[in-house]
């Protein structure tokens, strides 16, 4: 299959839309990472999803919606807390796991009896959903196992050939996929970490959301995952990352003392020169959001470096910098030591 990259210009959007309508994959740019996309309602399109990505079965999708209109296809009902957390944060970087909705396919929540469901902000993402008149499942546009992509170029790497249209919207803001919070439950948890931050959904909630165990640790043994998203290893580049934690001093001379052939450090802008091994840096260290926008961008220039070792420099575990360290210890297979 020839895979075509197109500006997202109106007759680009139609197009995507005809192929969408059709039980067809479209790569579309969100404000978080790149989605691959297909009509949630036809169970057909979206199994190609599954084999497109490599992606296991039993891993189930974001639905994503333009309207409040189009909740009432994926969603079997909408708890008060849930309709809170839309005025709040709709459109945007927050998805919610609520009960399934009839019409939604049955492949979308691989075997679950609840949805997932996120209003993207991102003007093309919006134009395509409602120019298609469907809700979007849509997981990133990453070969299953890699990082997401942040750019059409990240997508092209991975996707080229197995679909038949990308469009390009430039470098996703965010750069971490969507903070994901189950209202599915007696409480709120929060699965994934996210652009939404834990302490934003508590203010508007006014009650704790609790941490899912696996956003920090992984899954323990034997346990079943809240998010079955949770327990695949995520995020990974080639290279062994290990997450070194503590001061930057602490960090420099840990890594001179590893220099070698294929090591490298993956460590804040400004902070290159002092270290005794090539570095790819990942945003600023004062900016978690910054983080966030570099994060998958540097794990992937690591790979196209040849990085065959590397040592990170920790973020911060609250707000923001939460996504950043939950996407990042998985890149680093849970790999933290203390200097
Ligand atoms: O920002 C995002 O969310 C991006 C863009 C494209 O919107 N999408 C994305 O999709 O990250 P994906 O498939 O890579 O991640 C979806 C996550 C997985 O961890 C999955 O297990 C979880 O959401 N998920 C989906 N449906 C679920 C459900 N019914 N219950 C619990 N977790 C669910
Ligand atoms: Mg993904």
Request: with cysteine; proline share 8%.
């Amino acid at each position: 299959m020839k895979t075509e990259l197109l500006a997202p210009q109106p007759d680009a959007i139609e197009k995507a839309a005809g192929i969408l309508r059709a039980g067809g994959l479209v790569v579309i740019p969100t404000e978080t990472v790149y989605g691959l996309a297909a009509n949630a309602l036809d169970g057909a399109a979206v199994s190609a999803i599954f084999a497109a990505k490599g992606r296991p079965q039993d891993n189930p999708l974001i639905s994503h919606i333009a309207s409040m209109d189009m909740l009432g296809m994926v969603a079997g009902s909408v708890p008060p807390q849930a309709q809170r957390l839309a005025e709040a944060f709709w459109p945007g970087p927050l998805t919610m796991v609520l009960p399934r909705g009839a019409a939604v396919a049955r492949e979308v929540c691989a075997g679950l009896e609840t949805a997932a469901v996120r209003m993207p902000s991102h003007p093309v993402a919006q134009a395509v959903i409602r120019a298609a008149g469907v809700p979007l499942a849509a997981p990133s546009a990453n070969l299953s196992g890699s990082p997401s992509p942040t750019t059409a170029q990240d997508v092209l790497a991975d996707m080229d050939g197995r679909v038949p249209l990308i469009l390009d919207g430039g470098a996703c803001e965010v750069g971490v996929e969507s903070t994901v919070v189950s209202l599915a439950g007696p409480s709120p948890v929060l699965l994934r970490p996210g652009g939404i931050t834990k302490e934003q959904l508590e203010a508007v909630l006014g009650c704790e959301v609790q941490l899912a165990h696996a956003v920090l640790h992984g899954l323990r043994e034997g346990e079943k995952a809240a998010s079955p998203g949770m327990k695949y290893k995520h995020y990974a580049p080639k290279a062994e990352v290990t997450l070194v934690k503590g001061p930057f001093r602490a960090y420099c001379d840990y890594v001179a003392g590893r220099a070698g052939p294929g090591v490298f450090a993956l460590c804040y802008e400004g902070e290159e020169a002092e270290l005794s091994v090539p570095a790819v840096t990942y945003g600023r260290r004062e900016s978690a959001a910054s983080q966030a926008h570099a994060l998958f961008g540097a794990l992937r220039e690591l790979d196209r470096r040849g990085a065959r070792t590397v040592y990170a420099r920790c973020p911060q575990m609250d707000g923001m910098a939460l996504a950043v360290y939950n996407r990042i210890l998985r890149a680093a297979a849970f790999r933290v030591v203390d200097v």
